[in-house]
């Protein structure tokens, strides 16, 4: 047998409780489409929250290591061009020198002897503009981790290491040594450039791995956080035409008890 009551309006009350569900899921939607996360709130998803923040914070950390070996790479190009100079620059000394130790060229040595020492201060020079007059530790971090950072040990490249800074060639005994002299002084700025070169190569590759960690770990982030737009904006239809039926069967809940009031008449 039905019962009618005026008092409580059950009706109403699951009417109400299934259209504040609705709203709930409906604002939901909206705060995901609006955002383009899936996220929005720890109570979203307490456990991927967590994920996703380890992968994002991962994210940075190669980001940075990133813009850092760049930076490496910068310091280096601008060591490998001194060293390049450098080289050129001994490879004229050694033209003077092996000029003025031959008697017969007929110029005279103390003129060869002022362009030697000229270009020799030119190295001294460069070499001090480059940081290249001591070795250099060179250390690059580029990711987290024991094995995140890149690092050597760049060759001295000054007059004094390379040992041209005293040589002379004002005589053609002197010119015969210096071109000895310069010789060796090749080999030991070849030390320096394999230094530097090495270490290009190391960044270029650690630069390489560190981007394709990064595109993945961002991937891995995404498939946690972002919000499927597609998936939400159903969600959105749904709750939209779940909303307005919800108020439709309000209305009708609300009506019922009025006609319950038509006994008493």
Partial sequence: MASFSVVSNITSAYAQTNLQTTQLGLQKALSRLSSGFRINQSGDDAAGLAVANGYRNTGATLTQGIRNAN?????????????SNISNLLDRLAT?????????????GDKLNTEFKSVVAEISREATVA?????????????AGTSGTVGGTIAAAGTTILGVATLTVDTAPHAAAAVTAIGSAVGLLGTAQSNVGALQNSLQFAISLAQSQLVN?????????????????ANMTRYNILSQSGIAALSQANQSTAAVLALLR
């Avoid at 003077?96 to 005279?108: E, N």
């Avoid at 940081?131 to 990711?143: E, I, R, T, Y």
């Fill in 71 to 83: 930076d490496g790479l910068s310091k280096l190009n601008i060591k490998d061009g001194a060293l």
């Fill in 96 to 108: 003077l020198a092996a000029q003025a130790a031959s008697t017969s060229g007929g110029v005279a």
């Fill in 131 to 143: 940081g290249l007059n001591s070795s250099d530790s060179f250390s690059v971090f580029v990711s």
């Fill in 217 to 233: 770990t961002r991937g891995a982030e995404s498939r946690i956080r972002d919000a499927n737009v597609a998936e939400e904006a």
